[in-house]
């Protein structure tokens, strides 16, 4: 019996090639599924609109979302995230900076925070608030709930505004992350000490 090379050999390349084929073809459904996943469930950016969180992120720049963090991690105070606001007409979204916590009590008096009676020492030098909107009567906060506040404090909406009021867990989309005009990590910006460097040699300068 005569064996045919040519007809085993044009059925190995054959099988070679169905095998690059479907590697290939699951390599592309595999990158679409990691972009579907990390979309959706894991970073997502995001353009800040308005100067409501000036010195700290300006209008325009860009942030990387970490929608994973409180997955894992529990919210802290003093993280900036990104809320699911429900307007009248239609839903938006926010950046704001956490500053009460589930089951804690948060009163704004002459300017100041007040967490469970006892004055708050903040991270940053921010501006001295003119208004404490709802929180100038004590708002005890309920398991899910968080007390948010803009850092430019009397030029925005936050939990101060009936509008907005204390926010939901299921409404915190994720952390604030990355700056990605500069590419530095939002918890590490000090804008507010760079504007009183700022101040500090406008003032020497104009002395001299």
């Given at each position: 019996m005569k064996y045919?090379?040519?007809?085993?050999?044009?059925?190995?390349t054959g099988r070679r090639i169905f095998k690059k084929a479907l590697i290939a073809v699951a390599e592309v459904a595999a990158v679409v599924?990691?972009?579907?996943?990390?979309?959706?469930?894991?970073?997502?950016?995001?353009?800040?609109?308005?100067?409501?969180?000036?010195p700290t992120l300006n209008n325009g720049d860009k942030i990387l979302v970490n929608k994973m963090s409180y997955r894992i991690h529990s919210i802290k105070r003093n993280d900036v995230v990104i809320v699911k606001q429900s307007g009248s007409e239609h839903n938006y979204y926010s950046v704001e900076r956490v500053i009460a916590?589930?089951?804690?009590?948060?009163?704004?008096?002459?300017?100041?925070?007040?967490i469970n009676g006892k004055?708050?020492?903040?991270?940053?030098?921010?501006?001295?608030?003119?208004?404490?909107?709802?929180?100038?009567e004590d708002v005890t906060l309920d398991a899910d709930e968080y007390f948010v506040l803009c850092d430019n404090r009397n030029n925005g909406e936050d939990s101060r505004n009936a509008n907005v009021g204390n926010?939901?867990?299921?409404?915190?989309?994720?952390?604030?992350?990355i700056r990605m005009n500069t590419l530095e990590f939002i918890s590490h910006l000090d804008g507010f000490e760079e504007e009183?460097?700022?101040?500090?040699?406008?003032?020497s300068s104009e002395k001299s």
């Open positions: 045919d090379f040519n007809l085993e050999n044009r059925r190995e599924f990691l972009a579907f996943i990390i979309t959706h469930y894991g970073m997502e950016t995001f353009t800040v609109a308005g100067q409501y969180m000036s916590l589930p089951g804690e009590k948060i009163q704004i008096k002459d300017g100041k925070v007040y004055e708050l020492e903040e991270k940053y030098d921010f501006p001295k608030m003119e208004n404490g909107g709802l929180a100038l926010i939901l867990k299921e409404n915190i989309v994720g952390k604030a992350w009183k460097e700022q101040k500090e040699r406008e003032a």
